[in-house]
């Protein structure tokens, strides 16, 4: 089925620890984007990708890098892991306009101990 | 910048009533974009309805529809025939048509559905 795939689904760092969080979508959208969710709130945005070769920071991408491989695959790596970091991350991908809504990936939820 | 506010944390419904969930939002645009998205427990995001604002008539899908006030900046969804699998979190979101890539989201609304 078309969507998007997020890869792990679940994950448990050390603090310190790095990791990359991947994610491919095949519904041919030009734009993806990484959130967090953390209990009690909303989608916060980490980092997003407007178009293939282009990245930008969103509302929260401190300890986070990101890179759009290609059109399908957006990752997202934390460097060295922290505990504020504990979360659920989403990714998901739109058309340019982002009018039909955006198509999200299942979640990975993240522990850093 | 905008923000969007969805006023009650918590709403219950008895299953097969109907329950309207409030959304408001404060824009200086004229043109954007409206979603409700549904989050179940398996915390799937999932696109219940969207609404594009200079469309005056109200968007429908199912037994899920809108009562979109432009004027007011008031987006409610109302979820008629209420079944045990519409529990979930509610999120309204906003977009703007211009060239802005965020969703900025509401803080949720969690729907409980009484058997």
């Known amino acids: 089925n078309a969507g998007v795939t997020q890869t792990p689904k679940f994950q448990v760092l050390k603090t310190g620890q790095s990791m990359t969080l991947q994610c491919a979508q095949d519904?041919?959208?030009?734009?993806m984007y990484w959130y967090r969710q953390d209990p009690g709130m909303g989608l916060r945005l980490i980092y997003y990708?407007?178009?293939?070769?282009?990245?930008d920071k969103g509302e929260v991408p401190n300890g986070y890098n990101v890179s759009r491989l290609n059109k399908r695959e957006f990752s997202l790596r934390l460097e060295s892991a922290a505990p504020s970091q504990t979360s659920v991350y989403f990714c998901?991908?739109?058309?340019?306009?982002?009018?039909?809504?955006?198509?999200f990936g299942s979640g990975t939820r993240l522990t850093v101990v | 910048a905008q923000t969007v506010t969805q006023s009650q944390p918590e709403m219950s419904v008895q299953e097969a009533e109907t329950v309207t969930l409030s959304c408001t939002y404060d824009?200086?645009?004229?043109?954007?974009?409206l979603f409700w998205y549904k989050q179940p427990p398996s915390r799937q995001m999932i696109l219940v309805i969207r609404q594009e604002a200079y469309k005056q008539q109200n968007a429908t899908e199912n037994r899920f529809s809108v009562n979109f006030q432009k004027a007011a900046k008031s987006f409610s969804l109302k979820i008629s025939d209420s079944q045990l699998g519409d529990a979930a979190m509610y999120f309204c979101a906003y977009r703007s048509a211009d060239s802005n890539y965020q969703l900025i989201w509401g803080a949720g609304t969690k729907l409980i559905i009484k058997p």
């Open positions: 824009t200086s645009e004229s043109d954007y974009y």
């Open positions: 519904m041919n959208h030009n734009s």
């Open positions: 998901a991908s739109s058309e340019v306009s982002g009018r039909y809504g955006y198509t």
């Open positions: 990708s407007a178009s293939e070769g282009t990245t």
